[in-house]
């Protein structure tokens, strides 16, 4: 299996524009996850999702982001309009149940606003 | 609210030496996970334990859940520089991590 894949790896914007992410989960798997990570704050849970239900998006942290999960295999992180505090490392994982299985991340978008 | 404390925040040593750090908190969890992050890369679990005094070895890396279930300490036997990168404690079925231990192990 090829993993989680995210794209794309690295974006750089300016302020004011909407950046789109995008994750696609290991095959089989029904629980996706969305993270940021900074040096100030660590690794943080934003959404996920439950057989394409967002089921947790306590963690979003402006109307600016949304996340969708369309199907299965596809789900996109939006932020309209972005900012320089957005700038991090943002994270997709998967994991075939909700419980302590292993969660699968993938190697991570890193995001610059400039 | 960091739920999960995580110490020392930086640790460099030689190889060879053995080392342990330490997850924190005031909560009780159902179950607690390591994960290792390397540069550029997303976070690899490396265990989940999920009872009060649980001991878990994975080849020199030893993890103990505390009796109490809010604590947690990942001890490395002669460590390697291959060793090297960031330590993630995470609970609540990793919907909340610590901000890890950054682990350097000079050759």
């Known amino acids: 299996d090829a993993g989680v894949i995210q794209s794309p790896r690295h974006e750089v914007t300016e302020m004011g524009q909407e950046v789109t992410l995008r994750c696609k989960p290991i095959s089989g798997h029904d629980y996706l996850f969305w993270y940021r990570q900074t040096m100030m704050r660590g690794l943080e849970l934003l959404i996920y999702f439950n057989n394409n239900v967002p089921i947790d998006d306590s963690g979003m942290p402006e109307d600016r982001f949304s996340a969708k999960m369309p199907n299965a295999s596809f789900s996109t992180l939006k932020i309209q309009p972005s900012e320089p505090r957005d700038s991090a490392v943002y994270f997709c994982?998967?994991?075939?149940?909700?419980?302590?299985?292993?969660?699968?991340f993938g190697p991570g978008t890193r995001l610059t606003v400039l | 609210t960091q739920l999960l404390k995580q110490s020392p925040q930086f640790l460099s040593i030689q190889e060879g030496e053995n080392l342990t750090v330490y997850c924190n908190s005031s909560s009780v969890f159902s179950s607690l996970q390591w994960y290792r992050q390397e540069p550029g890369e997303g976070p690899v679990l490396l265990v989940t334990?999920?009872?009060?005094?649980e001991v878990k070895k994975l080849k020199r890396l030893t993890f103990q859940f505390g009796d109490a279930r809010k604590d947690s300490s990942l001890h490395i036997t002669a460590a390697q520089p291959g060793d090297t990168g960031l330590y993630l404690c995470a609970g609540e079925k990793a919907m909340r991590f610590g901000a890890g231990t950054r682990l350097t192990v000079k050759p």
């Open positions: 994982a998967s994991t075939l149940t909700g419980g302590s299985d292993t969660q699968y």
């Open positions: 334990v999920v009872t009060g005094g």
